[in-house]
């Protein structure tokens, strides 16, 4: 019942951004943390940054920390991921997750829901 979809990847060049939607639904999108994380081929998957549900804190991977931005948007059950001064090494998968862990945490098993992610490939 519970289903993130992800959009907004692509192809774009070094120095480019972009900016990755995750919309939500069948869960109380407000009470729950939302995350995104990324994987490149044959590496593991990787935390990028989450929101807090209740006082909206921020959390970034220090790789994308200055560059990422994570907001959301509750009244529309979207989170979003603005990406600036894109590298090819931010070149992966994409994820859209959500939790309601009580401490945020950056391990991929303790996220209760996942999307099927979208490309993000960055040419140089």
């Known amino acids: 019942q519970v289903q993130l979809v992800e959009s907004g990847g692509g192809l774009v060049q070094a120095g480019g951004s972009l900016r990755l939607s995750c919309a939500a639904s069948?869960?109380?999108?407000?009470?729950?943390?939302m995350g995104w994380f990324r994987q490149a081929p044959g590496k593991e998957r990787q935390f990028v940054a989450a929101?807090?549900?209740?006082?909206?804190?921020?959390y970034y991977a220090d790789s994308v920390k200055g560059r990422f931005t994570i907001s959301r948007d509750n009244a529309k059950n979207t989170v979003y991921l603005q990406m600036n001064s894109l590298k090819p090494e931010d070149t992966a998968v994409y994820y859209c997750?959500?939790?309601?862990?009580?401490?945020?945490?950056?391990?991929?098993?303790?996220?209760?829901?996942w999307g099927q992610g979208t490309q993000v490939t960055i040419s140089s």
């Open positions: 997750a959500a939790d309601r862990s009580v401490v945020v945490n950056t391990t991929p098993k303790v996220w209760d829901y």
């Open positions: 929101i807090n549900w209740s006082n909206g804190n921020t």
């Open positions: 069948g869960l109380t999108f407000s009470t729950y943390r």
